[in-house]
């Protein structure tokens, strides 16, 4: 059975930093391509960022230089470091992975104050 399972949301005021954590489980995680969604209330899920399994990483604009995904895979973990939050960062964060297939954790919120 294939888990991912998000943590480390919360409140934080702008300008804050998070640390979103995804733990994998029933999967090779190494082999995964794997990424971050966000959903906001009343808008689409849209992608923040994702990396490969060889580490290539890409980014929405919107979180250019703000943002870093990474992985470990020895703990079969994916990271999001969020710095320099914006109050429009606010929105639920979903885990993404994928390899043949796509598998979807059940999100963080994540809620920046102004």
């Known amino acids: 059975q294939v888990q991912l399972v998000e943590s480390g949301g919360g409140l934080v005021q702008a300008g804050g930093s998070l640390r979103l954590s995804c733990v994998a489980s029933g999967i090779d995680f190494s082999i995964y391509a794997m990424g971050w969604f966000r959903q906001a209330p009343g808008k689409q899920r849209e992608f923040v960022a994702s990396?490969?399994?060889?580490?290539?990483?890409n980014d929405a604009d919107s979180v250019k230089g703000r943002f870093t995904i990474s992985r470990d895979n020895n703990k079969n973990t994916l990271y999001l470091q969020m710095n320099s939050l914006k109050p429009e960062d606010t929105a639920v964060y979903y885990c993404?992975?994928?390899?043949?297939?796509?598998?979807w954790g059940q999100g963080t919120q994540v809620t920046v104050s102004s």
């Open positions: 993404w992975g994928f390899f043949k297939s796509g598998y």
């Open positions: 990396i490969t399994s060889g580490g290539r990483t």
